[in-house]
């Protein structure tokens, strides 16, 4: 108890600052979806953050959830996950402990963390160090730490960011006995078959340049694509199981984006050109390009994602979550009524499948929050998102932040 105690006031003397909340949500669906006749789910979360300054030059940042909920989502053995390759979200997760390092112009940061790159919102096509969670839905998703090594250099207008990833870590797709899994099901059973990790490291090296009335930047990534394609195998079995396994294809990409503020607006684009040397991956072209404006309290973004196929697969089950939002007019608007009170609203609109997402958030006082969401998706079942079309919801949020 006593060194318990001697360590807790040398944290909160050597600048140790932590943060948190406790959060709580429904998700009610109208319809049933085949394979899961779910209507409503709940789920609980716990997250606690931390920050340890020690010297100038150090900061040792952490952050641990803890969460649980009424679908199966999430996993029952309490064990503390460490590099987000668990099919369920884990009930117990260390989402980022990480050491960054300052030094003039140069920025180190080691272990668990965050990384984003690229300048567009909705679709971020050179985003490859930043895997998604899927689980519960295709339309909101949270991003996923990710073990590495990150440099980061900056002189003048010129940034040069270099990371460098030993451990590969997945997006987390949904599971394939719930409703945000769209396959075909007819006389036959799907079982999860598990995934075949690669091994090997992932890097990539990104360069920044702000001149004067436009910023770009040019980036390269060699690694994996950590959205999942499938084998299907059938299984002897009566009646017939196909078990379903997953891989993920190598990945390289060659990519840029540029920024313009313009009097009325300002211009953003982003591409990237992926291509793969695994025998049946796809290559395509992914792009971006978009406006942003803000009127006094609103914020508006606008624009079309775009993609072009260069080499098509022999037929392959796929998860391409990216390439599904891509073809279409993208949106989001955001007002902040006042201090205590906002609205999003975000939509996507293809040809042929379309989505529309409400968001509110209402504080009350320093540590409550309440936010209440819409979710409406349309279209047909040969669409990325048509395929969701009985997946509209309706959700519920209630936080304490401590």
């Avoid at 460490?82 to 940061?109: C, D, K, V």
């Avoid at 007019?329 to 955001?334: E, I, L």
């Avoid at 201090?339 to 939509?347: F, G, M, P, Q, W």
């Amino acid at each position: 108890m006593i060194a318990a105690g001697t360590f807790a006031a040398l944290l909160l003397a050597q600048n140790f600052t932590q943060r948190g909340f406790v959060e709580t949500r429904a998700i009610t669906y109208p319809q049933t979806a085949p394979g899961d006749s779910g209507r409503v789910i709940g789920d609980a979360l716990v997250r606690w953050e931390g920050d340890y300054t020690p010297k100038p030059w150090l900061t040792i940042s952490s952050s641990l959830d803890a969460r649980t909920d009424t679908h199966r989502q999430v996993a029952r053995e309490w064990t503390v996950d460490t590099n987000g390759r668990n099919i369920q979200r884990p009930a117990l997760s260390m989402r980022r402990m990480s050491a960054s390092f300052h030094r003039g112009g140069f920025t180190a940061e080691v272990g668990r963390q965050f990384i984003r790159w690229g300048k567009t919102d909705i679709l971020n096509p050179t985003d490859r160090f930043a895997p998604k969670d899927y689980l519960s839905s295709v339309v909101d998703t949270d991003f996923l730490g990710v073990n590495a090594v990150r440099a980061t250099y900056e002189s003048g207008s010129n940034t040069i960011d270099a990371v460098w990833q030993p451990v590969f870590t997945p997006s987390r797709t949904p599971l394939l006995n719930q409703r945000w899994t769209s396959l075909p099901q007819n006389s036959f059973s799907l079982v999860d078959g598990g995934a075949r990790y690669p091994g090997g490291s992932q890097y990539g090296v990104r360069w920044n340049h702000v001149a004067s009335g436009y910023e770009y930047s040019l980036s390269y990534f060699e690694g994996r694509q950590n959205l999942p394609s499938f084998n299907a195998t059938l299984a002897p079995a009566l009646p017939p199981v196909v078990v379903l396994d997953r891989m993920y294809p190598r990945l390289r990409l060659y990519g840029g984006d540029f920024a313009i503020p313009l009097a009325w607006f300002t211009v953003k684009s982003e591409a990237a050109y992926l291509t793969s040397s695994t025998p049946g991956a796809q290559e395509y072209v992914l792009y971006v390009t978009q406006v942003e404006r803000l009127v006094k309290e609103w914020s508006f973004v606008g624009g079309y994602a775009g993609s072009y196929t260069t080499r098509q697969p022999a037929s392959q089950l796929q998860f391409a979550a990216d390439r599904g939002i891509a073809k279409s007019f993208v949106g989001r608007a955001g007002l902040t009524i006042d201090a205590n009170r906002s609205l999003a609203i975000e939509t996507a609109v293809r040809a042929k499948g379309s989505f529309l997402r409400f968001e509110y958030t209402q504080a009350a006082g320093q540590h409550w929050r309440t936010t209440a969401g819409l979710a409406w998706i349309r279209g047909d079942m040969t669409d990325f998102l048509g395929q969701y079309r009985r997946n509209s919801y309706a959700s519920l949020a209630i936080r304490y932040s401590f």
